[in-house]
């Protein structure tokens, strides 16, 4: 039987509070040797994602709907074949009624010389702030250009396709830097957090513990 104060079952409480690729079985699995390799995503909740680099390869964006027991939400699918990451943060409030509101957070890659890496990462968000570059180092060779904007989701380069007839636009590369949004669902073919640190803190006021 799962200890509850009120209504917080510490069972649910601990599988609500992870974000993304904070998820429990896998960081067991995975920290060995620090991947983790999987699908991941928060069910029915918002959590905050931060980066301070992201330089990635093949980029697409397109639009979709991801679908939970909170319902249905519109996001954008921002999709790269490889991310390198400079300092990553994810966070996640739950509140846990008479306990107040608690803040999980995942923070990695914070040293220059271990930047965290992930192979066919794709993020389903509807908020994102950052400066973004897009362009085709190669574009010399391959004649490609550095973005195509508004092409159809069906056809983009690289392992992400949306819809059919959807607008989507994609890059050769990508640079962004100072990112900093709101996601429903993050999944990666791998997810290599060198320097992986998670932490659980108590919020006496809404951003309290999380990424910004």
Not at 11 to 28: H, Q, W
Not at 155 to 169: D, E, I, P, S, Y
């Amino acid at each position: 039987m799962s200890q509850t104060y009120g209504k917080t079952s510490w069972k649910r409480f601990a599988l609500v509070m992870v974000p993304s690729v904070a998820a429990t079985a896998a960081i067991g699995v995975g920290l060995a040797n620090n991947a983790l390799a999987a699908s991941f995503s928060v069910s029915g909740q918002q959590f905050k994602v931060s980066v301070a680099d992201l330089d990635g390869t093949n980029f697409a964006q397109y639009g979709d709907v991801d679908s939970g027991p909170a319902g249905a939400h519109p996001i954008a699918v921002s999709a790269f074949d490889h991310a390198t990451i400079q300092k990553l943060c994810q966070s996640v409030p739950t509140n846990l009624g008479p306990l107040g509101t608690w803040v999980l957070k995942l923070n990695a890659g914070d040293d220059p010389s271990k930047p965290v890496q992930a192979d066919n990462l794709m993020i389903g968000l509807d908020s994102l702030n950052a400066d973004a570059t897009f362009d085709n180092p190669n574009a010399a060779n391959d004649g490609k250009a550095g973005i195509n904007i508004g092409q159809d989701a069906s056809t983009l380069a690289g392992n992400a396709k949306g819809r059919v007839g959807g607008f989507g636009q994609a890059a050769p590369h990508a640079h962004l830097t100072g990112v900093q949004q709101t996601a429903w669902s993050t999944s990666a073919g791998t997810f290599k957090l060198a320097g992986l640190h998670l932490s659980i803190s108590k919020a006496d006021k809404p951003g309290d513990g999380e990424c910004f």
